[in-house]
Nanobody
Framework: VQLQASGGGLVQEGGSLRLSCAFSGPTGQTFRRYTLGWFRQAPGKERQFVAA????????YVLESVKGRLTISRDNAKNAVYLQMNSLQPEDTAVYYC???????????????????WGPGTLVTVSS
């Protein structure tokens, strides 16, 4: 499985960005059954859960402090997951990573080391 995040960049406070993560895998790896997560890591800080969407039509989960501003969605036909980010704040500045797992349980989806696959990350910088 390979993941490739894109869509990061420099944006002013209050602006919006939409991150995309493309999923590719060996034949037979069905995207729709994977749980996809977005994490972020700011300089000098630990990797932080942002949002996740469970596989097989399961629920979505969002970090409480960003609810209403950041929204996760997925397109199973395109093997992609998205993070729509609105009303961006300087504290949202970080490298954003997408991650995937086919076996993660709901109670663990906020934990980075429970994901098997990671993309290389995309940098989001919000200027004040």
């Amino acid at each position: 499985v390979q993941l490739q995040a894109s869509g990061g960049g420099l944006v002013q406070e209050g602006g919006s960005l939409r991150l995309s993560c493309a999923f590719s895998g060996p034949t037979g790896q069905t995207f729709r059954r994977y749980t996809l997560g977005w994490f972020r890591q700011a300089p000098g800080k630990e990797r932080q859960f942002v949002a996740a969407t469970k596989g097989n039509g399961g629920a979505t989960y969002v970090l409480e402090s960003v609810k209403g501003r950041l929204t996760i969605s997925r397109d199973n036909a395109k093997n992609a997951v998205y993070l729509q980010m609105n009303s961006l704040q300087p504290e949202d500045t970080a490298v954003y990573y997408c991650a995937a797992s086919s076996t993660i349980i709901t109670s663990s989806l906020r934990t980075p080391n429970q994901y098997h696959y990671w993309g290389p990350g995309t940098l989001v910088t919000v200027s004040s």
